[in-house]
């Protein structure tokens, strides 16, 4: 598997961002994938997950309401939209793929992890 995330960079508060994962190989589409992200000096955390179908979400507390997960199977890519972003967004965005069908709100339970990128959000 090799996830591709893309769409990250620089955002007033308040703003919005767009990134996208594609999966060039096309191993995950019977897999749920998400993103997760790491701020500085914090551990890498959940932030929103989807069903292989994506029939089924999940999002941390922190962004429900705020930011829409979905994916398109027939390209391969996941996206994640985010708006009213804040300074506590701030991070590295990394897309990931389940071991399962369902999303996993589980680092330890990821199968294949995209390379990350940078969302900085300033005030």
């Known amino acids: 598997v090799q996830l591709q995330a893309s769409g990250g960079g620089s955002v007033l508060a308040g703003g919005s961002m767009r990134l996208s994962c594609a999966d060039s190989?096309?191993?995950?589409?019977?897999?749920?994938m998400g993103w997760f992200r790491q701020a500085p000096g914090k551990e890498r955390e959940f932030v929103a997950g989807?069903?292989?179908?994506?029939?089924?979400?999940v999002y941390a507390v922190s962004v429900k309401g705020r930011f829409s997960i979905s994916r398109d199977r027939a390209k391969n890519m996941v996206y994640l939209q985010m708006d009213g972003l804040n300074a506590e967004d701030t991070g590295i965005y990394y897309c990931?793929?389940?071991?399962?069908?369902?999303?996993?709100?589980?680092?330890?339970?990821?199968?294949?992890w995209g390379q990350g990128t940078l969302v900085t959000v300033s005030s």
């Open positions: 990931a793929v389940s071991r399962s069908a369902v999303a996993t709100t589980l680092s330890s339970l990821v199968a294949y």
């Open positions: 989807i069903s292989w179908n994506g029939g089924n979400t």
């Open positions: 190989r096309r191993t995950a589409s019977n897999n749920g």
